[in-house]
C-alpha cells in the first residue's frame, strides 16, 4: 500500500510535466487542449482541420469561405495544382504566415532559410535591406496585401527579393485570391457581420458570410443589391476588376466547376500527412531552439554561474562547517541558530537590501553580484556540520599525533568522508543557480549578463504563445532532469548517510 501511495504521488508530479511537453507540441488552434497527446497525431480530421488553420493564419472566415470544391477528383485537383503553379504573383497571395499572437510559421522559417543561401551574413543582409536585424531569426516576410483597394507594395530590394521567393514556393503554399471571398469581406463589413441585414436576393440560404455566392449578388435586380454590386466593384483592385481569378480558372479548367480548394488540401494532407505532423510537432522546439541560439550568450552566462556558485559554495560552507564543529565555542548554539533563522525568511525578502548593497560596492551586472549573495547558506552549513561532529574524533587524533596539520586533516579526511553530502549540496546549488530568475533580472540588468531563463521570461513577455513558452520550459527542464537523473545515487548517499552516522 505504501509503495501503491508513492506511486500515485510521483505520477501526479509526472502529469504536469508531461502536458508541458504535450502542450508545446501544439499550436494556436489547439493550445488550450488538455490531452496529453495533441489530437492530430492520430486523428485525420484534426490534422486536417489544424492544416487548414495554419494555411489560412487561423482566419476561420478564411476557412470557411475557402472550403468549396470538396469532391473533386485526382485529375482536377492535379489540374488545378498546374493552374497555382502558372497563376500570376498578382492574383495569390502566401499561406501558413503567423498568425495572430504567433512568432513562428512555416513560411517564416523557409523565408530565413532562403535569406540565409542568398546572403554570406546577416551584416550583408543589412547593407542590401538597410536594416539592423541581429540573426535571420529575426527577419519578417513582408506585408502583402493585394486585396486592398489603396495598397501599394513597397519597392526596393527587399520587395524583389520577396517576389522572388515568393515564385519559387510549390502550389502548397498559394492562395488565390477570389473575388467571391472579397465579395463576401465586403458584405460583412458592409453590415457589421449582421447577415440578417443582407438583402435576401443576396442572402439567399446561407448561413454565413463565408457561404454567399457572388453570383447571386451579380445577378440580383432590386436596386439595393445593385447599389451594394456597384459599390463593391469601385473598392475592388484594379487586377481583379478586369479579370477575376475565378475567370482565369474556368478559362483554363475550360468548365464552370469551382475551384477544388478542399479537395487540394486534403490531397496534401493524405500525401504528406508524416510530414506535417513532424512539422507541426517540432515548429515550436525549433524556434526555441533558434531563440536560444540567437542569444547563445546567456547559455555560456548559464554555465560560468552555475560553475561559479557550485564553486563558491563548496568553498566557503564547508570551511565554515568545519570551524565550527572542530573548534566550537559556547556561540556555537546562537551561531547555529542564527544561521537556521535565515531559512524563515523568503528569498525575495533580501532582494533590495542586496541590490543597495552590491550596488553601493559597485558590482551591479557582474558575476559577483550574481555568486556572493548566495556564497554562504545556512541549511549547507548546518548540514556539513552535523557530518562532520558525526566522523571519528580518533581520526583528527591521529592525524595529529602524526603531525598533520589542520588544514591537511580538512583536505584529506574531513571532505573526502564528506564526498556524498558535498554532492548533494553542489546537486542544490546547481538548480538554485540554473533556475535563478527573479534575481538575476534584478541584479544583471545589461542583457550580456542575462542568464537562460531570464531570456526564456522575455520569449514570454515578447508575446510568444503559450505552446512555444511550454516548449521553451521544456528544453531548459532537460538539464536539470538529466543532472537529477544521472546524481541519483549521490543525492540517496547525501540524504541517508548523515542520518545512518
Known sequence: MLYLLLSIGALTTLYPFA?????????????????LIPKYLSDESELLNKYLNDKYVGDKFAVESNSIGGQASAIQVDQYRKFLEQLPSDYWIVGFRNAAGQVTSRIHVLYQNWLTHRFASIEALNRAYVEENVGFQTVSAPAELRDRLDWKPATGKRWDDWILFKTSLPAEFRIPIRNEYLFQRFLASQFKNQLGLVPPSIRGTAKSFAQIHMADGQSATDPESKKLWQSFQLKLPKPFRDRSVEQLWSEFSHSESPMPLLSFGVAQVQGNASEIRREFAGRNFSYVLDYILLNG?????????????????????????????????????KILIFLLATMAFPAEVAMIPSFLLLKDLGLLNT??????????????????????????????????????????????????????????????AFMGAYGAFIYAFLITQDHRLWTLMVWVYQLQSSGAPKATVMAALTITAIPTLLVFLCAQRVIMRGIVLPGER
Request: glycine share 8%.
Open 367 to 428: 558575476f559577483a553580484a550574481l555568486v556572493l549573495p548566495g556564497a554562504a547558506s545556512g541549511y549547507m552549513i548546518f548540514l556539513l556540520k552535523g557530518f562532520f561532529d558525526s566522523l571519528p574524533q580518533e581520526l583528527f587524533e591521529a592525524g595529529s599525533i602524526d603531525g598533520a596539520r589542520e588544514t591537511t586533516m580538512m583536505f584529506r579526511i574531513a571532505f573526502p568522508l564528506s564526498r556524498p553530502v558535498l554532492g548533494y549540496l553542489a546537486l542544490l
Open 19 to 35: 502536458l508541458m511537453i504535450s502542450t508545446g507540441l501544439k499550436g494556436a488552434t489547439d493550445q488550450a487542449d488538455t490531452h
Open 297 to 333: 550568450r546567456a547559455v555560456w552566462n548559464t554555465i560560468i554561474f552555475c560553475f561559479l556558485s557550485i564553486l563558491v559554495q563548496l568553498t566557503v560552507n564547508p570551511i565554515a562547517a568545519y570551524a565550527l564543529s572542530r573548534y566550537p565555542v559556547k556561540q556555537s548554539g
